[in-house]
């Protein structure tokens, strides 16, 4: 299964943007999806994930400021991320848990200009 994340790109500060994440093949189902980032030389941070039923988490420095949804049907989940921030760039990626197997995507950079 590979996962093809976009949605990535340069906005100013207190913009938005939607991030996107697909499954190659709908026949496998995550029962965890989730999204990680990773600024230059730290580490890769979980930013929020969501299990099938739909429970959420997110990391406290995104709280009240991102949301992460998902399309069962398309297998496929979103990131919708609102008063976006300069320490909010880094490169987004996405994981899917498909029965014990971790997934990972490519990876699409976000770029917050002040």
């Known amino acids: 299964v590979q996962l093809q994340a976009s949605g990535g790109g340069l906005v100013q500060a207190g913009g938005s943007l939607r991030l996107s994440c697909a499954a190659s093949?709908?026949?496998?189902?995550?029962?965890?999806a989730a999204w990680y980032r990773q600024a230059p030389g730290k580490q890769r941070d979980l930013v929020a994930h969501?299990?099938?039923?739909?429970?959420?988490t997110y990391a406290d420095s995104v709280k009240g400021r991102f949301t992460i949804s998902k399309d069962n049907a398309e297998n496929t989940v979103y990131l919708q991320m609102n008063s976006l921030e300069p320490e909010d760039t880094a490169v987004y990626y996405c994981?899917?848990?498909?029965?014990?197997?971790?997934?990972w995507g490519q990876g699409t950079q976000v770029t917050v200009s002040s």
């Open positions: 994981n899917f848990i498909i029965v014990t197997q971790s997934h």
């Open positions: 093949e709908s026949r496998f189902t995550f029962n965890v």
């Open positions: 969501i299990t099938r039923s739909g429970v959420t």
